[in-house]
């Protein structure tokens, strides 16, 4: 969907805050940027192993937040307008080059699924059963990508504060709602049905 909706976009909005213009560029953040990708798919499914009623709730709050964010990309297109890159190794080049080409043009930046995401995953394990280190690692590692989205320029600071609102408000509509409660109850019953 967020690919999708870019060919049906036209006249995106442009937030920049003036303290996003204070932000330096630091090309060497775009590896930290790119770990979003597989520290993401490692930190859930670590999550399911050893908590799986929090990595549920954290999949059913994130769906919820992706469907907003895709609503909002909808009602309010935004755009993001990069820097000159200045060169810095052969590498580091070709890896910020390619990445902004697999996400060129940079529209639907307001909120920040980068940000929406790894939020969630601060706040799944935050809200788990796993260890202090734990915790305290994937908070470091998901908060260090959250910075690089903004030292890249793949965002502005209203993009990571939208996400980080909407990560609250859908994990509070889980908590409330018991979506996930209700959801694992119907499926003992039908399985308490099936053995009956």
Do not use: W
């Not at 902004?100 to 307001?110: E, G, H, R």
């Not at 059963?129 to 915790?135: E, F, I, S």
């Amino acid at each position: 969907m967020y690919y999708g909706l870019k060919f049906f976009q036209t006249n995106p909005n442009y937030i920049n805050y003036y303290l996003d213009d204070e932000i330096p560029f630091i090309g060497y953040f775009i590896y930290v940027y790119n770990m979003f990708y597989p520290f993401t798919l490692i930190a859930l499914y670590y999550l399911y192993r050893k908590d799986k009623d929090s990595y549920y709730k954290g999949i059913i709050s994130g769906t919820i937040g992706y469907l907003i964010c895709d609503v909002i990309f909808i009602l309010y297109p935004t755009i993001m307008y990069r820097p000159i890159t200045p060169k810095l190794s052969p590498i580091t080049d070709f890896v910020i080059n390619l990445t902004f080409l697999y996400d060129n043009p940079p529209l639907n930046c307001f909120p920040s699924i980068h940000c929406l995401f790894s939020f969630q995953v601060i706040y799944s394990f935050l809200s788990s059963n796993l260890t202090k280190r734990d915790k305290f690692i994937i908070t470091i590692v998901f908060l260090l990508i959250i910075i690089s989205t903004l030292l890249v320029k793949q965002h502005y600071i209203f993009d990571v504060i939208s996400a980080f609102l909407i990560c609250i408000i859908t994990n509070l509509m889980e908590d409330l709602l018991g979506i996930y409660k209700k959801i694992k109850k119907n499926l003992t019953d039908k399985k308490n049905i099936l053995h009956i």
